[in-house]
T-cell receptor, first 113, second 110 residues
Framework: DAGVIQSPRHEVTEMGQEVTLRCKPISGHDYLFWYRQTMMRGLELLIYFNNNVPIDDSGMPEDRFSAKMPNASFSTLKIQPSEPRDSAVYFC???????????FGPGTRLLVL | GENVEQHPSTLSVQEGDSAVIKCTYSDSASNYFPWYKQELGKGPQLIIDIRSNVGEKKDQRIAVTLNKTAKHFSLHITETQPEDSAVYFCAALANNDMRFGAGTRLTVKP
């Protein structure tokens, strides 16, 4: 398996623009997680899905953030409108079970100017 | 909810020496404790994990110990090598809530 795939790897955009991050989990994994990593706050869980259904989105910072998982092999995290404080590395991870190893993707480095 | 504290935040050792990173957790319901290694420009990668029914686990130069009574667990790396240099994260899972420590930047000097 190729592992968790994320795109794009880097994104530079201007404040106010819409940003869409994409993730393909490992085939057969029932759980998908979106994390944000910053120097100040470390790794933060934003939202996770089980069998394509959002289970816990309490980590989503505000209404500007939304996530979808239309099928078992694809998820998106959207920020609209983006702000400079959204600049961070966004990771997607997947696992077989909730209490099981999470496999992380390479991340998307987002810079909002 | 769970709170995970990790120490030290930075650690520098000489090649061949041992490195120890410690984490404490607050929720006694925590039952799964993974350790991740993150190299520059990459996502965290699992290096070892331990469950609450085990006190110690070893994989070659890496070992993890768990003290449930004291609510702390530690990562031990022996015979460190320059390629061990990275940021290491501990995590604890309780009631479907996985919390990560703030990370330890380990530097192994050749």
């Amino acid at each position: 398996d190729a592992g968790v795939i994320q795109s794009p790897r880097h994104e530079v955009t201007e404040m106010g623009q819409e940003v869409t991050l994409r993730c393909k989990p490992i085939s057969g994994h029932d759980y998908l997680f979106w994390y944000r990593q910053t120097m100040m706050r470390g790794l933060e869980l934003l939202i996770y899905f089980n069998n394509n259904v959002p289970i816990d989105d309490s980590g989503m910072p505000e209404d500007r953030f939304s996530a979808k998982m239309p099928n078992a092999s694809f998820s998106t995290l959207k920020i609209q409108p983006s702000e400079p404080r959204d600049s961070a590395v966004y990771f997607c991870a997947s696992s077989l079970f909730r209490a099981e190893t999470q496999y992380f993707g390479p991340g998307t480095r987002l810079l909002v100017l | 909810g769970e709170n995970v504290e990790q120490h030290p935040s930075t650690l520098s050792v000489q090649e061949g020496d041992s490195a120890v990173i410690k984490c404490t957790y607050s929720d006694s319901a925590s039952n799964y404790f993974p350790w991740y290694k993150q190299e520059l420009g990459k996502g965290p990668q699992l290096i070892i994990d331990i469950r609450s029914n085990v006190g110690e686990k070893k994989d070659q130069r890496i070992a993890v110990t768990l003290n449930k009574t004291a609510k702390h667990f530690s990562l031990h790396i022996t015979e460190t090598q320059p390629e061990d240099s990275a940021v290491y994260f501990c995590a604890a899972l309780a009631n479907n809530d996985m919390r990560f420590g703030a990370g330890t930047r380990l530097t192994v000097k050749p």
